[in-house]
């Protein structure tokens, strides 16, 4: 065809905060075709955990990800877990939840942020991410560190959370809470935001499974899929349900993640009223032996999983880290294609990509 | 959580538990089937064992894992699921990039360059023999 | 001193790119200029185009592929090209130093002026960092213009 243009967008684009490139082939102003081009942040993560003493992983595989850290070292100890046959201690399960619900909290308010600013709604950007400041605030007044916390250990978690300091996260998210009703009804309902999201870059739910689409964005084409339904950890005991949407375009999407937002708050408050006193680390003795484990939780932007298989000596013989954004891009081929050019950032942010996660 | 294997040359490799074995020839067969069934693709693990690569496809269906593991020679090539589901295009070809493992039927084929630059070393994901 | 030589002290405007990072350290960038750091107020401004940047602001650890992207946008900018390396993975590799599609830090690629440890680095210490960078302005002017002498 010749009126066929390609464009690069990207891999330094203002809209990504990180470097993602898209060959968009346009027609005039619509995309007929995309291709994503990744390898911008690869770093072989997955080998460097073989080379590494599998103690020291934790710290590694908590640095594919800055924003969901804690989640990739919970997933990370869980498989060493299974495969070691470590009971964990009441409470370490019930820390686990309460920072990794920390953390999706967090995560979705710079989420809602960055899709304001994509439609150049930037004083809703820095309202989010004022707020998304308090989060970062507890955990560092809990571990110490603000965005990579290094509180998972293989066998629980390597600080306690104080009494003084749980009182005083509760009283921070009842603060969020308020604040977020000021402004989460913005995303929901104002005319300009629906503008830009409703019918964009729509997923339909027979197409969901092909894609192989995860989290918040399989939520919002109205299928029920969340980790946190397993049961894992202490969520068998927070009576956790899924947040679903039907429509699939990115209203939905922003729907699931502002709703996901005070499932979190509700998830936390019962956590610490729940919470258990004790131990929080279990001894160890060894190395992982010959064996394999699978394990899954969920991170704010879906189902991550990794396979480990350890070898008997203190060098793991192989970790495979499936990221929830590594499952989202191929969607981005099928939400793009018929839509306009400037609609284009807000379906790529839309599946809020993490392309540190993606390539490792 | 494994059982050995008792075939000679993969002695020292743990299997997986639960995982169905299944070979190059019936792999597209069983996985349409498990798409009928309504089976989503969550990943593909590659594990290099010297002669052979093992190839595991994880599925799940209503939050159970369904673990397939596949055994081929390393010249060998494997069908390309992305026909089925469209997704195995971009785990496929990482595969194919870090492992080397051949495919037929890509859907979408990077040449073997979807992370790493023009002039690195390819397949930096197999063991290394002499270190 | 010309209204030039002032303006890009006064209110310079920041390029990020991020090389390779784990996010961590591009949040906290992007943190500083949310209401509770709020760089704009010392004039700072974050700009997407590199022709108009002053400071460039570098995350994670450099990868053969961003290595080139890098290059281009180092050329790409008017000099004095102050480049500021953010969190320990710019500066040395760090956690990542084993892994085999990393360089190094990314002195490795382009010179860098200031370096901001830490892991990730505070947004404060990425502020202080910013500001070392705006004083080593007039120096880096010196010597630039004097080796633009010596090839003349
Ligand atoms: S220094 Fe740490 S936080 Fe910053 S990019 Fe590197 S690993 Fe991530």
Redesign the interface.
């Known amino acids: 065809m010749s009126t066929r243009t390609v464009i690069p967008m990207g891999?330094?684009?203002?809209v990504f905060?990180?470097?993602l490139q898209l060959k968009l082939s346009l027609k005039d102003e619509k995309i007929v075709d995309v291709?994503p081009a990744?390898?911008?942040?690869?770093?072989?993560?997955?080998?460097?955990a073989e080379?590494?003493d599998f103690t020291q992983n934790v710290?590694?595989v908590e640095?594919?990800?800055?924003?969901c850290?804690f989640i990739h070292a919970v997933c990370y100890c869980m498989a060493i877990e299974?495969?070691m046959?470590i009971e964990l201690p009441p409470r370490a399960n019930y820390l686990r939840v309460i920072w990794g619900e920390l953390h999706r909290l967090h995560s979705h308010m710079?989420w809602l942020g960055l899709l304001a600013d994509s439609f150049g709604f930037e004083s809703l950007?820095?309202k989010f991410?004022?707020i998304r400041?308090r989060i970062?605030d507890i955990l560092e007044k809990t571990t110490g560190?603000?965005?990579?916390i290094s509180a998972c250990a293989i066998g629980g978690v390597r600080r306690d959370i104080s009494d003084e300091h749980l009182q005083e996260i509760l009283t921070v998210i009842d603060k969020c809470e308020k604040e977020l009703n000021g402004i989460i009804p913005v995303v929901m309902s104002d005319t300009t935001v629906k503008r830009r999201t409703v019918g964009v870059g729509v997923i339909e739910k027979e197409k969901a499974?092909?894609?192989?689409?995860v989290g918040p964005v399989l939520r919002a084409s109205g299928i029920a899929?969340d980790a946190r339904?397993?049961g894992y950890g202490a969520y068998k005991y927070l009576d956790f349900k899924p947040v679903v949407e039907e429509s699939g375009d990115c209203y939905a999407r922003a729907v699931v993640r502002a709703k996901e937002t005070y499932q979190s708050i509700g998830l936390l408050r019962k956590a610490i009223n729940q919470l258990p006193s004790g131990d929080i680390l279990t001894k160890y003795k060894g190395n992982p032996g010959?064996?394999?484990?699978?394990s899954?939780v969920e991170q704010p932007r879906g189902?991550l999983?990794y396979?480990v298989?350890?070898?008997g000596t203190k060098n793991l013989?192989?970790v495979?880290v499936?990221t929830p954004t590594?499952?989202n891009?191929?969607?981005l081929?099928?939400m793009l294609p018929g839509m306009e050019l400037a609609d284009a950032p807000v379906i790529v942010l839309s599946i809020d990509p993490?392309i540190?996660c993606t390539?490792r | 959580?494994?059982q050995?294997d008792t075939q000679p040359q993969e002695k020292?490799?743990?299997?997986?538990?639960g995982a169905e074995n299944i070979t190059i020839d019936n792999l597209t067969a069983r996985v349409k089937k498990l798409?009928e069934e309504?089976y989503?693709?969550?990943?593909a693990?590659?594990?290099d064992r010297g002669e052979k690569y093992e190839i595991?496809y994880?599925f799940d269906k209503d939050?159970t894992?369904l673990?397939l593991r596949l055994l081929v020679n390393k010249e060998e090539e494997v069908p390309s699921l992305s026909l089925?589901?469209?997704?195995?295009?971009?785990?496929e070809n990482e595969m194919k990039e870090l492992f080397g493992v051949k495919f037929s039927g890509l859907f979408?084929n990077y040449g073997g360059?979807?992370?790493?630059?023009e002039d690195s070393d390819i397949t930096?994901?197999l063991k290394c023999v002499d270190c | 001193m010309s209204s030039f030589d002032t303006s890009n002290i006064k209110s310079p405007w920041i390029l990020?790119?991020?090389?390779?990072?784990?996010?961590?350290?591009?949040?906290?960038v992007?943190?500083c200029l949310?209401?509770?750091y709020d760089v704009e107020r010392f004039g700072i401004l974050n700009?997407?185009n590199?022709r108009h940047a002053d400071i460039l602001v570098i995350t994670?650890?450099a990868?053969k592929?961003?290595a080139r992207?890098l290059r281009n946008?180092y050329e790409q900018m008017p000099d004095p090209k102050m480049v500021v390396a953010v969190g320990i993975c710019a500066v040395s590799g760090g956690?990542?130093h084993?892994?085999?599609?990393?360089l190094g830090g990314v002195d490795k690629v382009i010179p860098v002026d200031v370096y901001v440890p830490g892991?990730?680095a505070?947004p404060e210490a990425i502020i202080d960092g910013i500001v070392l960078a705006l004083q080593k302005i007039p120096e880096k002017r010196k010597l630039l213009k004097s080796r633009e002498a010596k090839t003349a």
Not at chain 1, 63 to 67: A, T, V
Not at chain 2, 113 to 117: E, Q, Y
Request: charged letters at 20%; a positive charge; aromatic letters at 8%.
């Open positions: 891999p330094q684009h203002p905060p990180e470097p291709a990744l390898g911008y942040v690869h770093r072989g993560i997955e080998k460097a080379k590494n710290f590694l640095r594919i990800c800055g924003i850290s299974d495969i046959k710079l950007f820095m991410w004022e400041e970062l560190a603000r965005v990579i499974i092909h894609l192989g689409i899929q339904m397993t010959k064996a394999a484990a699978v899954r189902e999983i396979y298989e350890g070898n013989e192989r495979r499936r590594f499952s891009v191929p969607a081929s099928k993490c540190s390539e | 959580m494994t050995t020292q490799f743990p299997v997986l538990e798409d309504g989503r693709l969550l990943t693990t590659c594990l595991y994880h939050l894992m673990h089925i589901y469209l997704c195995a295009f971009l785990i979408v360059r979807l992370f790493l630059g930096p994901m | 990020h790119y991020d090389t390779g990072s784990c996010n961590g350290c591009d949040i906290e992007l943190a949310t209401p509770l700009v997407g590199p994670g650890a990868n592929r961003s992207v946008l956690v990542l084993n892994c085999y599609n990393v892991c990730a505070r």
